[in-house]
């Protein structure tokens, strides 16, 4: 039986196909680091006299990695391997590298995540979010404080808990007492092309398609059919890359309805009119003085640092407060992860 990954105590990953009738096959798996100068050689499998073809990587750090494996150039999930991880219009396969606790499956209470399937009024169309809910929300009447968590350009609802690790690093969380029980709303931030002015050939990486989404559907959904409490101080909103850009325009027009804003990777993107927003939170000085935490986090080595640190500096001009923590590392999960870590043990306290 030809099994893959297999992940070693000494972290390093297996990767087997059963293929003897290819020429060539790699492994396309870009934040896993290192392997060497040449990438081609470096991730390109050996083939077995059984027609297996195997590579091993590491040891890796640890944590979670998405991968495919082309085969004779071919791009295909792992067939031995039933993790999936779905990006926009792409499946890939998981492996986790155990070792970082604050992610890593353990023997704590666990809450549940559901694919929930909700009409949108603002795009016309049927859409899906992943809920988490925290351990103990079945069996319970209380409300609970909601965190909407936003996904970055390429990927898709399902991003955050498989390939982000989101619920184990919540339960983990919620099991040492470090974050508050929360409900943590994680919806498609991409929509067809042309719905609202955010389509285009990216399938709506612009933010305005999303945000009428946001506003007329999904906090409605969620506010309707959870046990969520309402108030500013029970709502929090935090995204990555492209959805860093979305919370800040979705927080920013509506400043009095949210009491955290996270901006992992990101800052003011898109085509808008920065001199109008500088209006705005000019005349917004008592919903600015109720913001109890605008956090933002990005990577020295990503493209988007200066952005980040651009958009830090115009918000404090306007008389906001925005904590920016430069991280090492660059665009990648590995980052995020750690972001969630951060962020989410600051909410609601």
């Known amino acids: 039986m030809v099994v893959s990954p297999e992940v070693s105590k000494d972290r390093k990953v297996t990767f087997r196909v ?5 020429d060539e096959v790699r492994l396309n798996a870009g934040d896993i680091p290192g392997g060497g100068g040449d990438q081609r050689q470096a991730r390109t499998f050996t083939k077995g006299e059984n027609g297996v073809w195997e590579l091993t990587l590491g040891p890796i750090d640890a944590g979670t990695y998405r991968y495919t494996i082309n085969v004779n150039g ?3 999930i792992d067939p031995r391997n039933a993790a999936i991880s779905e990006s926009n219009g792409t499946a890939w396969s998981v492996v986790h590298v155990p070792g970082a606790a604050y992610m890593d499956t353990a023997e704590v209470p666990h809450g549940a995540v559901a694919s929930v399937f909700y009409r949108s009024s603002a795009l016309n169309s049927d859409r899906r979010m992943h809920v988490y809910t ?5 069996t319970s009447s209380d409300k609970y404080p909601v965190f909407y968590l936003l996904h970055g350009a390429g990927d898709s609802d399902d991003s955050w808990t498989s390939v982000g ?5 919540m339960d983990n969380l919620i099991a040492s007492g470090k974050a508050k029980p929360m409900i943590v709303v994680m919806p498609a931030g991409h929509t067809p092309p042309g719905a ?3 389509g285009g050939g990216r399938g709506g990486m612009g933010a305005s398609g999303f945000e009428g989404d946001f506003t007329k559907d999904i906090r409605p959904y969620i506010e309707k059919h959870y046990r969520v409490l309402t108030d500013r ?5 935090a995204g990555l890359s492209m959805g860093g850009a979305q919370t800040l325009n979705i927080a920013l027009a509506n400043l009095k309805d949210y009491g955290y804003v996270g901006v992992f990777s990101s800052g003011l993107l898109f085509a808008r ?5 500088e209006k705005d939170l000019d005349a917004k000085q008592a919903e600015k003085e109720g913001l109890k935490l605008l956090w933002f986090s990005t990577g020295s080595q990503d493209g988007l640092i200066n952005q980040s640190k651009s958009t830090v500096e115009l918000l404090k001009k306007h008389g906001l407060n925005p904590v920016f923590k430069e991280s090492e590392g660059g665009h990648t999960w590995i980052n995020w992860h750690e972001y969630l870590n951060q962020f989410a043990p600051q909410l609601f306290q």
Do not use: C, H, M
Request: charged share 25%.
């Open 273 to 277: 009119d920065t001199s109008q927003l």
């Open 74 to 76: 071919v791009a295909t």
């Open 196 to 198: 609202g002015g955010g």
């Open 233 to 237: 101080k029970d709502r929090a909103i």
């Open 134 to 138: 925290p351990p103990g929300y079945e």
């Open 165 to 169: 690790r989101a619920n184990f690093i």
């Open 18 to 22: 059963l293929a003897p009738k290819a």
